[in-house]
């Protein structure tokens, strides 16, 4: 019925193992014969000119011009598929990357949470808006900035109390005449930064010990985000340094950290209890 070479093969091998039957060829010579036997049998099977059912079986279709309208190129995993493989949008200009590659990327991808930060953003430019002496600096930080000025330069701890959970912290003004700003600010609990905004003259209060410990954090404050453009120019046009001896090796400190064999030396400070 199919007269093609497909099926004279496996004829002609059919044959030949008839034949060697009837010579008395034992069956483990013959295991070879029959595996092409087999496996033109099964190339037979799954073509759709002799079985049409296999047509809805096939991966790829049969004529492969019909692959070129719906296969795209995958920008991640470098592979042609299917257009239902990928988010396509009705203004979308390029492809992209498929489902299965952007499903990889988020499962891998490093997340922070700012939520937190973004609030106690949001307080602080409330607060400093209420304080009405156009205060500015605030406003040109991100809740990445206060995050890093938060756990990095205060330890994500009320300086006082050493409490740790960042929903009851608060940055105020660590001097309440002057604008807010990382070199004008304090780690405090809510109910202690409510006591510390009644106090007019803050180094009287805690004392030089205490008070040096501000100071040096705000130093810090001060050369790391001096470095930022967008407060550079600021801070030349409008402030002046901090009135406070630098340590040694300062400069190491630039962009918040110092290196694991650095240690910060300090000028001494006197031994007065605050």
């Known amino acids: 019925e199919h007269d093609c070479k497909l099926t004279k093969d496996i004829v002609e091998l ?12 034992k069956e483990k010579n013959l295991e070879g014969l029959r595996q092409r036997i087999s496996t033109l049998f099964l190339q037979y099977i799954k073509t759709p000119l002799f079985n049409p059912e296999a047509a809805n079986l096939l991966k ?14 995958c920008r991640g995993c470098g592979n042609y598929l299917p257009s239902t493989d990928f988010e396509l949008t009705t203004n979308a200009r390029t492809i992209g990357r498929c489902r299965k590659c952007k499903d990889l990327d988020g499962e891998g991808r490093l997340r922070e949470d700012f939520s937190r930060y ?10 400093e808006e209420s304080y009405s002496d156009n205060s500015r600096i605030i406003f040109l930080l991100t809740e990445a900035d206060l995050r890093y000025l938060a756990e990095n330069i205060w330890g994500a701890q009320s300086v006082l109390s050493q409490w740790e959970d960042t929903y009851d912290l608060t940055l105020v003004r660590w001097n309440k005449r002057l604008e807010w700003s990382p070199w004008n600010c304090i780690l405090l609990t809510n109910e202690e930064a409510r006591a510390h905004s009644k106090l007019s003259k803050p ?18 404050g001060k050369q790391h985000f001096a470095s ?24 190491k400190v630039m962009f918040g950290g110092r290196k694991k ?11 007065e209890v605050a």
């Not at 973004?118 to 430019?125: A, C, D, E, G, H």
């Open 60 to 73: 790829v279709p049969e004529d492969p011009g019909s692959l070129r309208k719906n296969i795209y190129y």
């Open 14 to 25: 059919i044959d030949r193992e008839a034949d060697l039957l009837m010579r008395g060829t």
């Open 228 to 251: 930022m453009p967008k407060l550079a120019d600021y801070m030349n046009k409008n402030l002046k340094s901090v009135n406070m001896p630098l340590p040694s090796n300062a400069d």
């Open 203 to 220: 180094e009287e209060a805690y004392g030089t010990v205490f008070t040096q410990k501000v100071k040096y954090r705000h130093i810090l």
């Open 118 to 127: 973004r609030s106690l953003l949001q307080s602080i430019r409330s607060t």
């Open 261 to 271: 064999e650095d240690t910060l030396t300090l000028p001494p400070i006197s031994q």
